[in-house]
């Protein structure tokens, strides 16, 4: 698969936004993680596609390199005020959807594509962390968890992340055109 083709998938998906991700500029920062460790969204030691579960910021930076490709996938939502709960909840539940119908997409193609959300996994309602995970084949983790700082890697790739007041949008990504051997 190539870029043009991951691209089309993601506009017949119905994303507001896609765009080719600048690899060069992916970076796993540890300043993102401790956000994780913090507590910010509550699923710190709670689920297999979150902290510490998902692996360390190493072993991540080295399975995320083995890939010559990738794209970034927006849903935005407008908002009837900074409040809106409804709009980003609403907005939310939309990116998902399509990020699995383009990740299902994805994986017919290349099987060992790396797809990470915007958020949390949530192929299955509740997660069966600590026991193993059911769907291991099919488990998405989010782009904060591996570290990455979304907004910037967004502007790093081209892709805008605000779209102005009474806006909310969420970025999905997925890499793919695995190579053939492990960076070093």
Known sequence: MNIQEALDLAQACGFSHWGEMNLEK???????????????CGQYGKCWSCPPACGSLEEIARKARQYSAGILVQSTG????????EAMMDTEKLQKQRFLALVDQ?????????PMAAGRCT?????????????????????E???????????DSGLGYYYGPKTITYTSCVLFGRKNELPG
């Open 145 to 155: 968890a591996y570290g990455i700082f979304v907004s910037q890697l967004c502007t």
């Open 106 to 114: 994805m994986r017919a193609r290349e099987p060992d594509c790396l």
């Open 78 to 85: 407008e908002m009837e005020d900074d409040f809106d709960v």
């Open 26 to 40: 992916l970076a796993f920062l540890p300043e993102v993680r401790e956000m994780c460790a913090a507590g910010t």
């Open 123 to 143: 192929v299955c309602q509740t997660c069966a962390y600590p026991e193993p995970c059911w769907f291991p084949e099919r488990m998405i983790p989010s782009m």
